[in-house]
């Protein structure tokens, strides 16, 4: 699995922007690449490395959204909410 997440240096530690989906104590491969200032020009310079026509993962985002229905909670006026998404067909469209 490959993902790119923002995460800020703090001693011999990086504080992700976002929690992983692996469970503690997994060993991770890390790649570091220092950010001075706009991220998306930091993206853009590491897609620039890559070989597109070399890319042999016909969809790299298959397993990248979290499909759970999502969690309730109370909000302050007593009403009761569950957040999540609508469901995607496999075209990507909500249904």
């Known amino acids: 699995m490959l ?3 923002q995460g800020i240096k ?9 929690a992983l989906d692996i469970p503690d104590g997994e060993m991770v491969m890390v ?12 993206i853009a310079q ?11 993962d016909e ?3 298959e397993d990248v959204r979290d499909r759970s229905p999502g969690r309730e909670f ?6 009761r909410l ?3 998404l ?3 067909s496999e075209d990507g469209r909500s249904q």
Do not use: F, Y
């Open 10 to 18: 703090r001693g011999r530690n990086i504080e992700l922007s976002e």
């Open 59 to 61: 969809n790299p985002w």
């Open 74 to 79: 109370s909000c302050l006026m007593g009403c």
């Open 82 to 84: 569950k957040i999540g």
């Open 46 to 56: 590491w897609r620039s490395t890559i070989d597109w026509n070399e890319w042999d």
């Open 31 to 42: 790649t570091v690449q220092h950010c001075k200032g706009n991220l998306w020009e930091a």
């Open 3 to 5: 993902m790119m997440i």
């Open 86 to 88: 609508s469901p995607v």
